[in-house]
């Protein structure tokens, strides 16, 4: 960095630094000589700090500020290549605009919606009060009140005189109108509309020209045309003419944070068997998990401690705390309400090297920083080599460590290569909008014109080049090479030509980075060689909502978006992917390969698939609601009838994989089909298997879809099942798929889930499913029941050879308060369907109020070793002999445990959380 950056902060929170004196960031000056026409510099200050608040990022020079006031920024400057513009408007115009929002509590926006109700902070755009509009929602052809005024055709009209007009003729009009606009896309581009304060140009999401940033001055601009139009969207609120300091100075809120495979061998459950790999989803293809086991030893994520116990006996063997590289807890922090304990996230195993991921580690220091996550995030590799594993309960011997942005989203390994990705949350608030506020020592003593004006000042000059220069450092992006690792911006909004966008939460609220490297690499305690490819996403919603996939060459990560239809004048549901060449060798790195949109959301990881060079995707458009009229007693569409305007819709969607190296990056699609479920059915699983696939959706019944996409341009439903209830995890019962296994709920006629079930389908004759048995866990209507297989794929167990299905069960009589907590063991065979065999229970229900529980909690996992099923689940670990049924040892993973702690029921530690969860 130039200079160190600075903040300012409110009265009630520390500064960054401690340092008492502002200089004003050489970058920033750099950036402004760009920006202006030739002009003089002082190093005059034009604020000082006071008592209620440290200003330590708001000077400015002088005759900047001056400059920017009289209208040196003009809207149609190009202020990232910095033209000078000469005889242009300028932008700090009056734009009066009608806020409403609320902080706390759901308020109704005055006259904005008939009994609209909104939570958090929304805004309403105003029009003169002699506009019209007509019955379609359209503004009529009268109307010339709005910045960019839109005709029924969703063009924009050549009438617009809005600009110029008076503050009293103003009126609010519905949140959700499609008026309220901040740009408009054109030629591929999103444009910011002149009404608003800052100039902002990017590209929208274009499958064929997705690409990285060729250097860093290039990525700067991108990073800077973002911040501008979600800079603009505070800078408008605030310039409202209706604004009180009290309304809008609302307290600080606190922010968001082997396969087992089938085999094709026969029925007999006399045979020894092991499976002890994850439950992948592809084969040769390892997915971290929070269990990995050797032939001789399990290693166990347990809150913040790696335990590693041995197979046969259950002896434990090794305990590493993770706080022993770092603190145990997160101080308090505007983040955190309260202590964070470090957690491992995910392990990896390969050979005699075992990866170990975690989060929630302080930083170094306490400077707030731009990418969150929970704390810091680190990648350990430990020397996991049979003869040096120690035996006395030491931990394991550290090989080498990395601190990574954001916090564990998903990783795989391909051979030696760990694919790791990481999301992080993008801090606008504290580092932009907060700024921003009118409340502020800079803002409060000005009227709305005054706050316009020096707003875009502020934000053009200072806070938006901070900005940047702290998240370049925060990336460590310092050279071109590392800015060639970064894919570039784009608006996740597609449309037409003259489409207005509504708003900028689609675009970089999240980051999202891959990292690459090799488990057997040079390793050291100085750290490992990798590589990284980073790319910023949509809202903080999406980022989460992002799903990776990953096949032995290809990865793919999608994101959500949305997309315009012009013929229902609405956004509808996208789904925007991403495609990466992987290979073995990390050094070949991560390669964007192909991109593509396709209408819908996807469900989960199962969703995607890759098979002869062909991506298959099922996706969902969720049905649409909202107010409709009886025309014939309502002429005046006065009543609102709330109703379904438009039905869900499930989709297959076929892309050609584009070839490595391949200059076009579009990911043609060859095959389509939709129509699939019935009226607002969603897609509760999928399971594609080579040239097959089965997709379950769901409401009142489960109507199961048999596909046959051997042809890739022309995919076929073959068959339709209708049974009650439904399928959450598909399972392949032989290597074939002529048999697949489902783990779901059963369902009464109106659709309402009374228990856990698990169902064989026949599906050998796709043209004819059928369900050939059931298994309902509980029968009574007083008990109800789940299984944490039915969203987590990895508690599923099938083994191949003996026919055996291990899942968790949780149940609970609600008359007699009777809980089973533990594992059902089936045994599922074609001819004889589905048998119980028997029950695992991992309730100690004597010891359960005296025993010290630690603050940390095993989601369930079952092994099998030799026959011996070990499950793991809360606090405790048991194996039984599958043959005999017989337990041969239990493992309390709290049995040395002194860190107890008293909960507010006075039993100790995480008991509750173990009925919490059945």
Not at 464 to 489: A, G, H, N, T, Y
Not at 870 to 890: F, P, Q, R, Y
């Amino acid at each position: 960095m130039t200079q160190q950056y600075k903040d300012e902060v409110n009265d009630d929170e520390r500064s960054y630094h401690d340092h008492q004196e502002q200089d004003y960031p050489q970058y920033a000056i750099d950036e402004a000589h760009q920006m202006l026409p030739e002009t003089s510099f002082s190093d005059e200050k034009s604020h000082t700090t006071d008592e209620e608040e440290y200003d330590t990022a708001q000077p400015l020079v002088s005759d900047i500020e001056k400059h920017l006031n009289d209208g040196g920024i003009h809207h149609d400057c190009d202020y990232v290549e910095a033209q000078v513009c000469e005889d242009k408007v300028p932008v700090a115009r009056r734009h009066p605009l009608f806020a409403c929002s609320c902080v706390v509590l759901l308020v109704v926006c005055l006259g904005g919606l008939a009994g609209g109700l909104f939570f958090g902070f929304t805004r309403a755009k105003v029009i003169p009060t002699n506009s019209d509009t007509s019955k379609n929602g359209t503004v009529a052809e009268n109307d010339s009140s709005q910045d960019a005024d839109t005709s029924k055709n969703g063009t924009v009209a050549e009438n617009d005189s809005s600009l110029d007009a008076d503050i009293a003729g103003f009126q609010e009009v519905v949140i959700n109108d499609s008026r309220n606009s901040i740009g408009i896309i054109n030629g591929g581009m999103f444009r910011s509309l002149e009404n608003q304060p800052l100039p902002a140009t990017l590209p929208i999401f274009d499958p064929a020209t997705v690409g990285m940033y060729p250097s860093c001055s290039k990525l700067k601009e991108g990073i800077q045309n973002a911040l501008f139009l979600i800079a603009n969207e505070e800078i408008l609120v605030h310039a409202d003419v209706n604004y009180t300091a009290s309304y809008y100075n609302y307290p600080v809120m606190m922010e968001d944070t082997d396969n087992d495979a089938s085999d094709n061998t026969k029925d007999d459950s006399s045979l020894s068997e092991d499976s002890y790999g994850t439950n992948n989803q592809v084969t040769n293809v390892d997915e971290a998990d929070i269990v990995k086991s050797s032939s001789q030893h399990v290693f166990v994520a347990y809150g913040d401690q790696l335990v590693v116990w041995e197979v046969s006996t259950g002896n434990k063997l090794s305990i590493t705390k993770m706080n022993a590289h770092g603190d145990q807890t997160r101080s308090q922090s505007r983040i955190f309400l309260g202590p964070q304990r470090v957690q491992i996230r995910a392990l990896m195993l390969n050979g005699n090297r075992l990866l170990v991921i975690v989060d929630g580690h302080d930083h170094d220091d306490d400077t707030p920083r731009i990418l969150q996550g929970r704390g810091k995030t680190m990648i350990y590799v430990y020397n996991v080599n049979v003869s040096d594993i120690p035996t006395n309960g030491d931990a394991l011997l550290l090989l080498s460590s990395k601190e990574v942005h954001g916090e564990y989203h998903d990783a795989r390994m391909v051979g030696d290569t760990v694919h790791l990705v990481t999301m992080a949350k993008v801090d606008f608030y504290y580092h932009l909008k907060r700024l921003l506020r009118r409340g502020r020592t800079r803002f409060k003593d000005l009227n709305s014109t005054e706050y316009l004006e020096n707003a875009i000042s502020y934000t053009g000059a200072l806070l938006v080049p901070s900005f940047i220069e702290r998240i370049m450092d925060e990336l460590k992006l310092d050279s071109d090479d590392s800015c060639k690792d970064i894919v570039q911006l784009s608006v996740l909004r597609t449309a037409e030509d003259e489409t207005k966008v509504p708003s900028a939460g689609t675009i970089m609220h999240g980051f999202i980075e891959v990292i690459s490297f090799d488990m057997h690499g040079n390793h050291n305690l100085t750290g490992f060689e990798s590589k990284t490819l980073g790319s910023f996403t949509a809202d903080v919603a999406a980022v989460h909502g992002s799903i990776m996939y990953a096949s032995s060459e290809t990865l793919v990560i999608a994101n959500r978006g949305y997309k315009f239809d012009s013929s229902k004048e609405s956004w509808s549901q996208n789904t925007f992917i991403t495609s990466f060449s992987i290979s073995d060798s990390y050094l070949s790195g991560v390669k964007i390969l192909g991109a593509a949109q396709l209408p819908g959301y996807l469900l989960n990881q199962y969703s995607i698939d890759i098979w002869d060079g062909h991506l298959r995707l099922a996706t969902t458009v969720d049905s649409r609601w909202g107010c409709g009229h009886d025309d014939e007693n309502d002429p005046g569409h006065e009543i609102c009838i709330w109703q379904m305007l438009e039905d869900s819709d499930n989709f297959i969607s076929i892309y050609e994989v584009p070839s490595d190296g391949q200059a076009d990056t579009m990911m043609h699609r060859v095959g389509f089909l939709s129509g699939l479920g019935e009226e607002q059915e969603s897609i509760k699983s999928v399971r594609f298997m080579k040239d097959k696939g089965w997709l379950v959706t769901f409401v009142r019944t489960d109507p199961l879809y048999a596909l046959d996409l051997s042809d890739h341009t022309s995919p076929e439903v073959k068959g339709i099942l209708k049974v009650t209830g439904y399928s959450n995890y598909l399972h392949p019962y032989d290597d074939e798929g002529d048999y697949i296994i489902g783990v779901g709920q059963d369902a009464d006629k109106d659709g309402l889930a009374t228990g856990l079930q698990i169902s064989l389908y026949n599906v050998a004759d796709l043209s004819n499913p059928r369900l050939e048995d059931r298994y309902n866990v509980e029968e009574e209507d007083s008990i109800i029941s789940s299984s944490s297989a039915q969203h987590d794929p990895k508690a599923f167990r099938f083994l191949s050879n003996s026919k055996n299905l291990i899942i968790p069960t949780t149940s609970q009589d609600i008359e007699s308060g009777e809980t089973f907590d533990g594992f059902n063991v089936f045994h599922v065979s074609k001819s004889e369907g589905i048998d119980f065999s028997f029950s695992i229970q991992h309730i100690d229900k004597e010891n359960k109020s005296s025993s010290c529980w630690y603050n940390a909690y095993l989601r369930p996992r079952s092994l099998v070793h030799a026959n011996t099923v070990t499950t793991m689940k809360g606090h405790s670990v048991l194996a039984h002999d599958l043959s005999t049924k017989e337990m041969k040892w239990i493992l309390h993973l709290d049995s040395d445990n002194t860190d107890c702690k008293e909960d507010a029921d006075g039993d100790q530690g995480n008991l509750h959380e173990l009925f919490n969860n059945v």
